[in-house]
Nanobody, 123 residues
Framework: QVQLVESGGGLVQPGGSLRLSCVASGSIFGVDVMGWHRQAPGKQRELVAQITNSGGTNYADSVKGRFGISRDNAKNTVYLQMNSLKAEDTEIYYC?????????????????WGQGTQVTVSS
């Protein structure tokens, strides 16, 4: 019912920048929290940053001061600006969103995930 599509990952040198984007589409009535998580092989998925539909933000300590999350509510899109990238930021980044849909005469709120985009920081 709701699809999340990420873009913007890739290879960047240490100290460089990347901007990730994620668009939510489908039978959406409303989107509340949107965010980014990341996961390395053999490790648990961890929160990177999240933003509410009123603009409140939350960041992992490891990215504070380097990453910035923003969103365009009209486009159901969330962005992650990543600066001063380090080798340890190399992971798969997943977009997630809490969205409410309306189907069969009822509202339903669920959490949705994108397919992930690889970010590699290497010289």
């Amino acid at each position: 019912q709701v699809q999340l599509v990420e873009s913007g990952g890739g290879l960047v040198q240490p100290g460089g920048s990347l901007r990730l984007s994620c668009v939510a589409s489908g039978s959406i009535f409303g989107v509340d929290v949107m965010g980014w998580h990341r996961q390395a092989p053999g490790k648990q998925r961890e929160l990177v940053a999240q933003i509410t539909n009123s603009g409140g933000t939350n960041y992992a300590d490891s990215v504070k001061g380097r990453f910035g999350i923003s969103r365009d509510n009209a486009k159901n899109t969330v962005y992650l600006q990543m600066n001063s990238l380090k080798a340890e930021d190399t992971e798969i980044y997943y977009c997630n969103a809490g969205a409410t849909t309306f189907s069969a005469s009822r509202y339903s709120r669920d959490d949705y995930w994108g397919q992930g985009t690889q970010v590699t920081v290497s010289s």
